[in-house]
């Protein structure tokens, strides 16, 4: 056997464990699952996750509320009577998901250059005349030619379109009465769940009387649709196949 295959299959065989450690425990729950539906996750508290920050935005000076003499009003409050809609840590909104967007682009750079310089110098300090001079200088000197040229294409051509409702959970009430939520569905069929995860702030008055409220309206959103389960699986590349693509040059 040559050192060349020996190489090779000691490649081979490096890919291979590094590739079984990267899987590790995913590939040992996978099997303990094989014949079962996927499981659910249960319903965590978002706070207490192992990723989960606090969102710090620029806030304005608080204000100090005021009451006038004998009146009910308060000054900056929204309404007269009790508002239904979602305002405190705690309390549950509709978000009305809508995303549809498209874009095409296409563009196309052309470059090209050519330069030539000849000084038609042919005789230099007596070069023709001097043997080894005609060997190491050419027939003519400060002589120069160059051409160069590019052509580059790129087009982008995309279309996404998502409609749904999900449920979200205030999270956090930031200083100026901005409300941070996040909200999460899972819906199994047979052996797959599709997962919705959506999360951002949102402002009171942007929700609706019917305590909902729709997704371009949610600043900084996260909006994540995927799903998990055997399709899923057959869908992806295998570990060893993903190791290569990362690890390869070419």
């Known amino acids: 056997m040559s050192q060349y295959r020996i190489n090779r ?41 192992p990723g989960y920050k606090p969102v710090q935005m620029p806030m304005p000076k608080p204000e100090v509320a005021s009451y006038s003499p004998n009146s009910l009003w308060r000054s900056g409050s929204r309404a007269f009577f009790k508002d239904q809609r979602a305002a405190r840590v705690g309390d549950i909104l509709t978000i009305t998901v809508n995303i549809t967007d498209k874009a095409a682009i296409a563009n196309e750079t052309q470059r090209s250059r050519a330069n030539s310089e000849d000084s038609a110098i042919t005789n230099f300090l007596g070069s023709q005349t001097i043997t080894q001079a005609n060997k190491i200088l050419p027939g003519k000197i400060l002589t120069a030619e160059s051409t160069a040229s590019s052509d580059g294409k790129g087009s982008v051509n995309r279309q996404e379109a998502l409609q749904t409702n999900v449920a ?30 959506v999360a951002g702030i949102v402002r009171p008055e942007d929700i609706q009387s ?41």
Do not use: M
């Open 9 to 49: 299959l000691i490649l081979a065989g490096a890919l291979l464990a590094l590739g079984t450690i990267a899987s590790g425990c995913s590939s040992i729950d996978r099997l303990s699952q094989i014949g079962e539906k996927p499981k659910l996750t249960e319903i965590e508290n978002p706070t207490t996750q």
């Open 168 to 197: 979200a959970v205030v999270t956090q009430l930031l200083p100026n009465g901005n409300l941070v939520v996040e909200g999460k569905q899972e819906i199994r069929v047979n052996y797959e769940i599709r997962e919705l995860i």
């Open 210 to 250: 019917d305590n909902t409220i729709d997704s371009s309206k949610i600043a900084q959103a996260r909006i994540a649709y995927g799903g998990r389960g055997q399709i899923t699986d057959v869908q992806q590349p295998r570990y060893g196949q993903q190791v290569l693509d990362v690890l390869l040059p070419f």
